[in-house]
């Protein structure tokens, strides 16, 4: 189950990529996209992960809010392996293509990485 979800949210975040990419063409375009994606897969695994993998129940919007931060925090290592990995695409290959590999390879190397980190400081 922990990989469809990753799949569905790296579909998440490679679609929104591609729509902010649509929307907007400029100086920032890349950051943006890849900063819009990131955000929405992040909120896509989560509610994912919560529910289906660790089965976790928050008690108030206190100790919800709480999780998400640390979800969100464990997540700001991988999200540097799966930014480096899309950024390094691109630069070398200069395709959307090659681009969004580089994202799909960079966000399957984090995902494996984030599991433990999750399973072990945020739904515990």
């Known amino acids: 189950m922990y990989t469809i979800f990753a799949v569905i949210s790296t579909i998440a975040n490679i679609w929104s990529q591609d729509l902010t990419f649509r929307i907007y063409e400029g100086e920032f375009d890349l950051w943006l996209a890849i900063l819009v994606g990131t955000a929405v ?18 008690t108030s919007i206190e100790h919800g809010s709480k999780t998400f931060y640390l979800y969100t925090v464990m997540g700001v290592f991988t999200t540097i392996i799966f930014w480096g990995f899309e950024y390094t695409f691109d630069a070398i290959y200069q395709t959307a293509e090659m681009r969004y590999l ?23």
């Open 41 to 58: 897969g992040l909120v896509v695994k989560y509610f994912l992960d919560k529910r289906y993998i660790f089965k976790y129940q928050t």
């Open 102 to 124: 580089g994202g799909v390879i960079g966000l399957a190397v984090g995902y494996v990485i984030k599991y433990q980190l999750d399973k072990r400081f945020v739904f515990k």
